[in-house]
């Protein structure tokens, strides 16, 4: 288990694609899970030592699956993330040509990435959803009662499929960011590059309830670099949100910015502190950054002890 690691699966998948580039995967054995909440119930039961799942895409933005997976149940942590480009290749079984196909299945988010070639070219197709571009593949090879696959093209070898048409994706920047989770106790020291993720829930809904919470981050000088809400599930106008912003736990405005969270909030689910992918940190002004924190610790401690 210490040196098994789950992913999107089946074979073909980009997720798959992603975490054989992750160092933390290297000569790990690798095994393909069929959804996000199945690959974060093998790490919470201990079946897998960490999984990789699709948290955001620079065109359609998050994957609720994810964020709603990470924000209930037991804690999890993100340990790592990787961002890769995506291009999508329409796949069919031999001998099918443009004209047969009336029905094409893939994952909602590629769906909404090749919506203007689709139009172009096919239009009026049927698109069913399935769990991954990879699932699509895969159910078609095994005779599935649709006529083509929207996927990553190297799931054509892996399922015996043939590239019908290529890179039919609207966008030549469309990217995907995926996230390695683990239990917690796996996190990294701060690297000085780093995001955290985090889910906050509200004490209750009222006006400025959604200032409050932004002005913990603001008055720290820490930038935000995502944010989304979410239904709670227990009733409706009920939500939580999902935040990505810059820094490390370990960083003192990141510390402050908790703590001024924690006690407005019903509850703050810390999610990890971790490297960023694109290596390019943002410059931290001097009144927020950690010896100034530091400074004005001790400025108070010595108010408080009349010095």
Known sequence: MSNTFAYLGPRG????????????????????????????????????????????????????????????????????????PVEFSLLVRPGTTLKDITRIATHPHAHAQCLEWLSVN?????????????TAASDLSEGANFDAAICARVAAEYYN????????GDSD?????????????????????DKTTVSLFMMENHPGALQEILTEFTVRGIDLTRVESR??????????FSIDFEGHIDDERVGEALKGLHRI??????????????HTPEP????????????????????????
Not at 287 to 300: G, I, S
Request: proline share 7%.
């Open 13 to 84: 998948t980009f997720a798959q694609t992603a975490i054989l580039r992750l160092p933390a995967a290297d000569g790990a054995e690798l095994v393909p899970a069929e959804s996000v909440p199945n690959a974060l119930s093998m790490v919470r039961s201990g079946e897998v030592a960490g999984a990789l799942v699709p948290i955001e895409n620079s065109v359609e933005g998050a994957v609720p699956t994810t964020l709603d997976g990470l924000s209930h149940g037991d804690t999890l942590e993100i340990v790592a993330e990787i961002a890769i």
């Open 122 to 134: 096919l239009p009026g197709v049927h698109v069913l959803p399935a769990m991954s571009t990879a």
């Open 161 to 168: 499929l043939e590239i019908l048409a290529d890179n039919i």
């Open 173 to 193: 920047a469309a990217w995907t960011r995926f996230v390695l989770v683990q239990k917690p106790g796996h996190a990294l020291p701060a690297s000085g590059n």
């Open 231 to 240: 239904p709670t599930k227990k009733q409706l106008g009920a939500y939580f």
């Open 265 to 278: 909030c019903a509850d703050v689910k810390f999610l990890g502190s971790y490297p960023r992918h694109d």
């Open 284 to 307: 931290v002004k001097s009144a927020v950054n950690n010896e100034a924190f530091l400074e004005a610790d001790q400025w108070l401690s010595n108010l408080r002890k009349r010095v």
